[in-house]
Nanobody
């Protein structure tokens, strides 16, 4: 089991930046692949950024490439999402998620943090 707690969401004007952080409860945090998802009102949840257990590999959705950066600090058990040049379409609840290497789907989820971008 691992518990995830997100923080850092808020209201920001278009063009602004936010840094979301996800704190994991488990000491074996480095055993989990980590990701950030988001869900906008009326839309399905989508994966926006993924980082491997070692932190060496990352993946970004096309819609966020060049603006979002995912990183992890294994010593601190945290995964961050730096979001630059925020746009109104980025408005969503952002979720941190974790899975073990043998899981097909992400099994562990945080409660989410709201990001609202005003135009």
């Amino acid at each position: 089991q691992v518990q995830l707690v997100e923080s850092g969401g808020g209201l920001v004007q278009a063009g602004g930046s936010l840094r979301l952080s996800c704190a994991a409860s488990r000491r074996t945090f480095s055993s989990f692949d980590m990701a950030w998802f988001r869900q906008a009102p009326g839309k399905e949840r989508e994966s926006v950024a993924i980082i491997s257990r070692s932190g060496d590999s990352t993946y970004y959705a096309d819609s966020v490439k060049g603006r979002f950066t995912i990183s992890r600090d294994i010593a601190k058990n945290t995964v961050d999402l730096q979001i630059n040049n925020l746009q109104p379409d980025d408005t969503a609840v952002y979720y941190c998620a974790a899975k073990t290497p043998w899981d097909t789907y992400y099994s562990y989820w945080g409660q989410g943090t709201q990001v609202t971008v005003s135009s």
